[in-house]
């Protein structure tokens, strides 16, 4: 992996409960890594559903490895979040490639 291919910043977060001022347990989004990536591949698509045309757009990041990235947490790119569907491990423990897809409007 080159470093000159990871041209883009991406955050990984993780939900987590904090206290609010009334002690309730509030569900909330913490960054615990931000990192460079190369994005493999971009794609839209659109759906029939029930309610109508709906439209997902995946993308494909390839990043350097990090250990405990997994299903729950999600991908912050370009200032919209994406879900993560996919974590693969390229080699040994020497890249990953994350596939992703976005969410919110």
């Known amino acids: 992996m080159r470093a000159g291919k990871l041209d883009r910043v991406i955050d990984l977060q993780r939900g987590t409960y904090v206290t609010d001022g009334y002690g309730n347990p509030i569900y909330t989004w913490t960054t615990y890594a931000t990192m ?3 994005i493999i591949q971009a794609s839209t698509e659109e759906f029939m559903r029930t309610w ?3 439209g997902e757009s995946a993308i494909i990041f390839r990043t ?3 250990d405990g ?3 729950a947490d999600r991908v912050i790119y370009d ?3 994406h879900d993560i ?3 693969k491990e390229i080699g040994r423990r020497r ?3 994350i596939r992703t897809a976005r969410t919110g409007a």
């Open 36 to 38: 460079r990536a190369q």
């Open 52 to 54: 109508g045309a709906s």
């Open 64 to 66: 350097r490895f990090i």
């Open 69 to 71: 990235i997994g299903l």
């Open 79 to 81: 200032g919209r979040m």
């Open 85 to 87: 569907k996919e974590v």
């Open 95 to 97: 890249g990953l490639e």
